[in-house]
Nanobody, 123 residues
Framework: VQLQASGGGLVQAGGSLRLSCVAS????????MGWYRQVPGKQREAVAN??????????DYADSVKGRFTISRDNAKKGVYLQMNSLKPEDTAVYYC???????????????WGQGTLVTVSS
């Protein structure tokens, strides 16, 4: 699986950006797509994820982005999207998309990462 992320850029505080990530290759019926972010010198932080499986679709967000960011997916396009509103300078980071394919029978999982896209929020 290969992932191509796009949509980063420079925006003023309070502004919005939409990140996109499209996968090529096999996406399992049970899978999670999502976004992490990383600031140089700091650990990678989970931002949001969206899981699709036999129980439907569920989402999860970091507390720091709840109410401001919205994750969505388009299964036909194998895409995951992150709408980021009310951006803050502390949202500045490289954002990485990922896919976790999970085998239903064994729960073994396989993770794939995109190349990262830089989001810079100026104050």
């Amino acid at each position: 699986v290969q992932l191509q992320a796009s949509g980063g850029g420079l925006v003023q505080a309070g502004g919005s950006l939409r990140l996109s990530c499209v996968a090529s290759g096999s996406i399992f019926s049970l899978n999670t797509m999502g976004w992490y972010r990383q600031v140089p010198g700091k650990q990678r932080e989970a931002v949001a994820n969206i899981t699709s499986g036999i129980r439907g679709v569920s989402t999860d967000y970091a507390d720091s982005v709840k109410g401001r960011f919205t994750i969505s997916r388009d299964n036909a396009k194998k895409g995951v999207y992150l709408q980021m509103n009310s951006l803050k300078p502390e949202d500045t980071a490289v954002y990485y998309c990922y896919v976790r394919n999970t085998e239903i029978a064994t729960y073994l999982h396989y993770d794939y990462w995109g190349q990262g896209t830089l989001v810079t929020v100026s104050s």
